[in-house]
């Protein structure tokens, strides 16, 4: 349930209606904005009579919050919520493009990859050291000594990285070297996990499963936000559908639908959700156009050579036309990328 106060509530009134809150097992997260505080509640709603909540001082309104994610709604929060990452800005007015190999191979292959990225005007590194293959005896990443590199190409270009968590055991090493944490497409539910990351207190890059609706989706972020991990990131990557041709089908409504729904930024990885890097191009710049906060895109560079995820990899000289195009659909929206 959500108390809206009014504009004329004052501290103690809001100290209040916290505290009878908390009194009936509530868990309370505040939202204070210029004109008004919104108190979040979250726990059993029949311990509550809402009138009389009504009539303590300062309340405005209580409204129920029928869907099941309630933190994550806009109800709670109107004004967007931006993740601030070393002086980057996910999900205000400027797009974030993330972007590097699908796995952390060599020095050599990371530093060039990110040297080209960074070039080209990306403006956060993404690689995996553990990576989540469908088989066994695929390549598995480079774990620690992939985490090193990511830092060295970090230093060398001043991106912030982001990286996947695939499991809670990693995170004592992985929070040494990650700047954001990812978590695949693979462990959405996997709420143990999403407990784990939230507790790192940084920011949490949240795959959509290729099977979760939405709402499953929001819940799965709500997991977080519970925990009082607010900056949460949300990425389309693509769901299942009866087509083939693709790898997967992206689900580019979901961008408008979860924008109106939740305060939190989406972005979009075009490049897992269609697997092929001839239409990369074209399904970024319908993601921007769609109103994505920013890109997820795989850059190697020789994609013929790539331990993972070649087919669907950028060369980076693509990925250089590809920046200048996203950056011409971006002004035209009234957005820009990066700090261009
Ligand atoms: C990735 O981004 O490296 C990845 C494995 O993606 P997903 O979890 O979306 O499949
Ligand atoms: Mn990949």
Redesign the pocket.
Known sequence: MIVVMNYQADKNDIQSVVNRLEGLGFKIHLSEGVERTIIGAVGDKTQINDVALEAMPGVEKVVPIMHQYKLASKVFKKESTIVKVKGLEIGGGKLQVMAGP?AVESREQLLEAAKQVKEAGGTIL?G?AF??RTSPYSFQGLEEEGLKLLAEASEATGMPIVT?VMDASALPLIREYADIL?I???NMQNFFLLRKVAKENKPVLL?RSPSATIEEWLMAAEYILAEGNFDVIL?E?GIKSFETYTRNTLDLTAVPVVKYLSHLPVIV?PS?AIGDWRFVGDMSKAAVVSGADGL?IEVHPNPPEALCDGKQSLTPENFKKLMKELNIIANTLGKSLNDS
Do not use: I
């Open positions: 699908c993404r995996g990576k989540p996947e990812q695949g497409a693979r795959k990425c990557r990885d897992h997820m």
